[in-house]
């Protein structure tokens, strides 16, 4: 199983966004390197959906950009489930961009948010552990 590592804080800025979306799907890019996170890059849902999201051509080409400008690589297209359990649907799967992508669900479903990481192949996905980094205070 492909393992992926998230330091906590970017963790926390996942969940904001995608909080502060509710109660519609949040999305964005998930970029680092070597399975190693390192940015969160937030889009605007311009479907305003429960269930879809929808982001404009012009403006994924130019977060892509910042990405690469930035010398990072996508890892993961991320969305949220406001209020479904957190396995990609049919739809999703079927809209998935690119088998190279993993696709990262964040589900509010229950109080406390779940994330799950999963690679696509062929329209079918498989879990990736997710490893979130707890930061060192001392």
């Not at 799907?25 to 269930?51: D, H, Q």
Request: hydrophobic share 35%.
């Amino acid at each position: 199983m492909e393992t992926y590592y998230l330091q906590e804080c970017l963790y926390e800025e996942l969940i904001q966004h995608c909080q502060t979306c509710l109660p519609y799907e949040a999305c964005g890019f998930i970029a680092g390197e070597n399975n190693i996170i390192s940015g969160i890059y937030p889009l605007v849902n311009e479907a305003k959906t429960v269930n879809r999201f929808f982001v404009r051509k012009e403006i994924v080409h130019q977060t892509l950009l910042d990405i690469t400008n930035a010398n990072k690589q996508v890892l993961a297209v991320y969305h949220s489930h406001p209020s479904t359990h957190p396995h990609p649907s049919q739809l999703d799967l079927y809209h998935h961009p690119d088998d190279h992508l993993g696709m990262v669900i964040l589900s509010f479903q229950s109080t406390i948010p779940t994330i799950k990481w999963y690679k696509i192949t062929n329209k079918t996905s498989t879990s990736c552990s997710l490893v979130i980094l707890k930061e060192d205070h001392s």
